[in-house]
């Protein structure tokens, strides 16, 4: 598996180190609710079969967190920028 | 036909016509009692113990593939109760007296073999670590015992005793661990199953379920609708798909496992040997094949296959271990998808939908666990409340704070 690092060109999935769903977003602890909603941030996933969007940080090259869209069943990388630039 | 030493000799002096199927390729009837999903080991396990314990033997088990195609036939068959949690120990435990029996309760050769596994220790904080697993073991009545390192280089003497970095200063042996026959578990318990009327349908997906206002009432699949008074999802590796199809979101991730056998040996490892300062796992099969493994890929993964950089590591794990690996020449790899929980720790439990219950969550260790995940999974299913061993198996566990964190690791693949 090969990450198209935008700011390294296609590097080696071993450079990269995983944490997963980039989707998640950390709720407001001072939210009514806020017990369930941590719930759910910390433990429930959409673990989709298809494509999925993930955060990388590529420890062995620039040190940049990404944001990829990959496809769990092909492995196949449809697109990665940097994490900074999303939101 | 029963097996025995006497259908041997009818079926060697008749030419071999008496033999029949061990189990019939079922079409699916309308409706059942009780719809299991997933013809692995566990869903299989579980119908079997519907109808013997329980005499719910109105039973489907539907398969997308053929029985045993998926993690039940992509494991490392390896048996062992050698937990050290409370919530682990005696469902484990059980498990290992159901291997035990198992070949006579079916009437199957599964060759279990009880051959031991050793978890080697390589520093003082871990030899203590190990004494209190072996320790809670022993109160828990499953047999541990603690060996030096001259009892292990008796037993093991081409590992490498004196690596710079990880020397071995000893292990923990359960004697009672060792393998099992991965297929002739999942075809035993189909036989057995079939001989007690469950239904087994292969080629049969479930693309959704039906439902009755809330309850759920039956799967609609590739064959058609089949109605279900309950539905029970034994489906790890896809459980967070299965699940969604139920409206349920889970605290599980799929993540894919390697394994590897390398080119047949003579004799060389008696049991199961791990190895403590890495991620390795290694036993010798009856072919003589050395049978290994080591971490999951650590990213979400639905492709019964993994990459090279695992390879590389769990290499070098085997070489630090036991450098004589690097003469053998690897046949063939594999790898399954592992239903990752957020504690590393299984859900036997009824699900929050009427009608369904969940047996998922195996993450890398389900093998194990078939016969008392099938008997636990059944007995919820039967009286709708968990049976004792499997109580802290609970769906429910991550919002009560009750986890059971036996590695503490999880699905989060930095900590593995």
Not at chain 1, 2 to 19: K, M, Q, T, V, W
Not at chain 2, 186 to 192: E, H, K, P, S, T
Not at chain 2, 308 to 316: A, H, M, N, Q
Not at chain 2, 364 to 388: L, M, N, Q, V
């Amino acid at each position: 598996m090969r990450i198209p690092c935008p700011y390294c060109g296609p590097r080696d999935a071993h450079e990269f180190s995983y944490l997963g769903d980039a989707t998640l977003r950390r709720p407001d602890p001072a939210a009514p609710d806020a017990a369930t909603a941590f719930h759910d941030y910390v433990y429930l996933r959409d673990n989709p079969a298809g494509t999925h969007e993930e955060l990388w940080y590529h420890g062995g090259g620039c040190r940049s967190w990404l944001v990829v869209t990959r496809n769990t069943v092909t492995h196949a990388i449809t697109d990665a920028r940097f994490a900074k630039e999303r939101s | 036909m029963h097996y025995s030493i006497l259908s041997i000799i009818a079926n060697a002096v008749t030419g071999q016509k008496l033999w029949s199927p061990a189990w019939r390729d079922a079409k699916p009837k309308p409706a059942y009692d009780v719809v299991i999903v997933g013809g692995g080991g566990h869903g299989l396990a579980t119908a079997y113990y519907l109808a013997k314990q329980h005499g719910v033997r109105n039973v489907a088990v539907v398969e997308k593939g053929w029985i045993g195609s998926g993690n039940a036939g992509r494991n490392t068959t390896i048996i062992r109760s050698n937990y050290g949690l409370p919530g682990n120990i005696p469902f484990y435990e059980w498990s290992m007296k159901l291997w035990e029996g198992l070949e006579q309760e079916l009437n199957y050769n599964a060759m279990v073999s009880q051959r031991g596994v050793l978890n080697l220790y390589h520093s003082d904080p871990q030899r203590d670590a190990y004494a209190r697993r072996g320790n809670a073991m022993r109160l828990h009545g499953v047999d541990a015992e603690l060996l030096d390192r001259e009892q292990v280089r008796a037993m093991l003497p081409f590992l490498d005793f004196d690596n710079a970095r990880f020397p071995i200063q000893g292990g923990l042996l359960q004697r009672r661990g060792g393998t099992a026959r991965h297929d002739g578990v999942v075809w035993g318990y189909a036989r057995a199953a079939d001989r007690l009327g469950v239904d087994i349908v292969q080629n049969c997906e479930v693309t959704g379920f039906l439902r009755e206002g809330e309850r759920i009432v039956g799967v609609e699949t590739t064959l058609g609708p089949i109605r279900a008074g309950k539905v029970g999802l034994a489906v790890a590796g896809n459980s967070s798909r299965l699940g969604r199809l139920a409206g349920l979101r889970l605290p599980i991730e799929s993540h894919a496992l390697q394994a590897f056998v390398s080119e047949g040996l003579k004799p060389l490892i008696p049991g199961v040997v791990t190895f403590g300062a890495g991620h390795f796992y290694v036993s010798q099969s009856d072919k003589g094949g050395l049978v290994f493994g080591g971490d999951i890929e650590g990213y979400n993964s639905y492709a019964q296959r993994g990459n090279l950089p695992v390879i590389e590591d769990v290499c070098e794990g085997g070489m630090a271990l036991m450098p004589l690996i690097g003469r053998l020449r690897l046949l063939r790899s594999w790898g399954g998808l592992c239903d990752m929980s957020m504690d590393g720790s299984p859900i036997i439990d009824r699900a929050p939908v009427a009608g369904l219950y969940l047996n998922a969550g195996w993450s890398y260790g389900g093998f194990k666990a078939t016969p008392a995940s099938g008997w636990c999974f059944a007995h919820t299913i039967a009286r709708d409340e968990p049976h004792p061993v499997s109580a802290a198996y609970r769906l429910d566990r991550f919002a009560t704070g009750h986890l059971i964190d036996e590695k503490g690791v999880g699905a989060q693949p930095n900590l593995h």
